[in-house]
């Protein structure tokens, strides 16, 4: 269940970031590119960058955990902006999926991805009573 919960709001946190054109990130849905092929699209989008996060993540967080005390948690910016580009270049091999045209503005990206995950988690968190 938290997986599920943990890909709608990476879902809606690639969809907020695709509306910011500066950004030059967009997620180009299924064919036709109507409206459900664009949530589906955004769901499997956000799957795979759960997945990248989970799996290719971990590894490179535990191998760069020097680095996270060096610099003080910032290279987490650039890890996470890293595994942002990562998941649209697995996408890449359809003619669907996201892109990320400049690794920098991955960056602001995955900062603002990190942000509503942040504020979203914070809110659908279970209270101790």
Do not use: C, H
Not at 37 to 45: A, E, F, G, K
Not at 88 to 117: H, K, P, Y
């Amino acid at each position: 269940m938290g997986f599920l919960i943990r890909v709608v709001i990476n879902a809606f946190a690639i969809w907020v970031v695709t509306l910011i054109p500066a950004l030059q990130v967009s997620v180009i849905p299924f064919p036709p590119g109507e409206t459900l092929q664009l949530i589906l699209t955004l769901l499997i989008v956000a799957a795979i960058f759960a997945l990248v996060n989970t799996i290719i993540g971990t590894v490179i967080k535990v191998l760069a955990f020097p680095l996270y005390i060096l610099t003080l948690g910032l290279i987490g910016l650039l890890i996470n902006a890293f595994l942002l580009w990562l998941t649209a270049w697995f996408t890449s091999f359809w003619n669907w999926g996201l892109r990320v045209e400049d690794f920098w503005w991955g960056v602001v990206a995955a900062i603002i991805i990190t942000l509503i995950n942040w504020v979203v988690g914070i809110i659908i968190r279970p209270r101790k009573d």
